[in-house]
């Protein structure tokens, strides 16, 4: 069974930086994409960052762009993403998610920050920003 599991979410101050991990399960990442998501209180989920498996190429996209590092530790089958200068409208529930469609592709696209785009979900980890 595919497994994604997010965690390292909770209550930072603004300015802070924060790792959130998707530990996952089930799958080769080699033929596969992992994108984190985010959604905030009243608004639509949104798509900030993917990482290719097959050669670790990575794609950002939206306001927070500037301020996050995705990564990949695949010995650990954990991906990260790290937000950097945390900001209150960072509030959110982060979510990471598997697409098999990563072995179809050269080369990230916006496509993958697409919610559409991906077949397995993870419950998502509380980030709560405090000004």
């Known amino acids: 069974d595919v497994q994604l599991q997010a965690s390292g979410g909770g209550l930072v101050q603004a300015g802070a930086s924060l790792r959130l991990s998707c530990a996952h399960s089930g799958f080769s990442f080699d033929d596969y994409v992992i994108g984190w998501f985010r959604q905030a209180p009243g608004k639509e989920r949104e798509g900030v960052a993917a990482i290719k498996g097959g050669d670790g190429s990575t794609y950002y996209d939206g306001p927070v762009k500037g301020r996050l590092t995705i990564s990949t530790d695949n010995a650990k089958n954990t991906v990260y993403l790290q937000i950097k200068r945390l900001k209150p409208e960072d509030t959110a529930v982060y979510y990471c998610?598997?697409?098999?469609?990563?072995?179809?592709?050269?080369?990230?696209?916006?496509?993958?920050?697409?919610?559409?785009?991906?077949?397995?979900w993870g419950q998502g980890t509380q980030v709560t920003v405090s000004s």
């Open positions: 998610a598997a697409s098999y469609r990563g072995d179809t592709i050269a080369v990230l696209n916006p496509t993958f920050l697409y919610d559409v785009t991906y077949d397995y």
